[in-house]
């Protein structure tokens, strides 16, 4: 019996054919950017596009496995309630909010260049044994950014050459969503995995509190994010973790400018 539990424990993550045209997008995208990123002159919209879907379609694939996270990690620990809404498929389709975890986090980096982490998969916490267990769960979503984050890092720190600067400016303004998504999302306010992570330890009519008007700070959070000032300490405090993993403000900046294929240079 414990070997059969364990082989549909394996099989019940199998990436959707959505998934994998999310993945196929990545790098059909990169590879044109990689290829015509030399070429400004003769196809500059045409390079401009390419690295809007190869950074849109990364970004998506960035959120399919930071939603898989919370759930392959609730399946660990005991919900397999996740399988059955067809979480473990990484198709973005199966998630319970679109809105949430697709729309408005697309929205976002159009708009402002924001990685506003999503939600949110829907979990039966009470199927789930120990603090800890609750906590990795909520845990498991904003690691996942990080790990994308350290990974294109690496590429962009080993490998970065001017010969491709429209490629790796693209990968930099990437690196660039995944740290501040990370960030976000870690924040100990109401709707964010922050709040998931602290949450087992704390009170319970203080969560119940924080879950009634949590909507209402998630969206304050947002608009505070468009205040000057805060504004400013936001994006220092990103671009400082980006130097520290080697991706300069130079290329993020560069990369969200070839991304927002609708704006013109200044004089233009």
């Known amino acids: 019996m414990g ?3 364990k082989m549909r424990g394996r099989s019940a993550v199998s990436p959707s054919p959505v998934f994998l045209a999310i993945v196929a997008a990545t790098v059909i995208f990169g590879l044109m950017t990689w290829r015509y990123g030399n070429t400004l002159g003769d196809r ?3 390079v401009r596009i390419s690295v809007f879907g190869f950074v849109l379609s990364g970004w998506v694939l960035s959120l399919c496995v930071h939603e898989f996270g919370h759930a392959y990690l609730a399946y660990r620990s005991g919900d397999h309630s996740v399988a059955t809404r067809g979480y473990l498929t ?10 949430l975890s697709f729309l408005i986090p697309v929205l976002f980096i159009l708009l402002g260049g924001i990685g506003l982490p999503g939600g949110a998969v829907w979990i039966d916490r009470g199927v789930i ?29 080993n490998f970065a050459h001017a010969d491709h600067t429209v490629f790796w400016s693209a990968l930099a303004f990437l690196a660039f969503l995944q740290v501040t998504a ?15 992570i602290v949450e087992p330890y704390l009170p319970r009519p203080w969560v119940q509190q924080a879950n009634q008007y949590g909507g209402y700070i998630f969206l304050g959070l947002i608009a505070l994010l468009w205040v000057g000032p805060i504004n400013r ?26 991304f927002q294929f609708w704006r013109q240079l200044p004089g233009q």
């Open 129 to 157: 044994r120990g603090k800890v267990r609750h906590s990795l769960i909520s845990a498991a979503g904003p690691l996942a950014n990080v790990f994308f984050a350290i990974i294109l890092a690496v590429l962009f720190k």
């Open 44 to 46: 500059f919209s045409l």
């Open 90 to 99: 990484l198709n973005p389709a199966k998630y319970a909010d679109m809105t």
């Open 3 to 5: 070997s059969v539990h």
């Open 233 to 258: 300490a936001f994006f220092d405090l990103i671009y400082n973790v980006t130097d520290a993993l080697g991706v300069g403000d130079f290329f993020i900046q560069l990369g969200h400018y070839f």
């Open 182 to 196: 990370a960030i976000l999302n870690l924040l100990p306010i109401p709707g964010l995995d922050g709040f998931g």
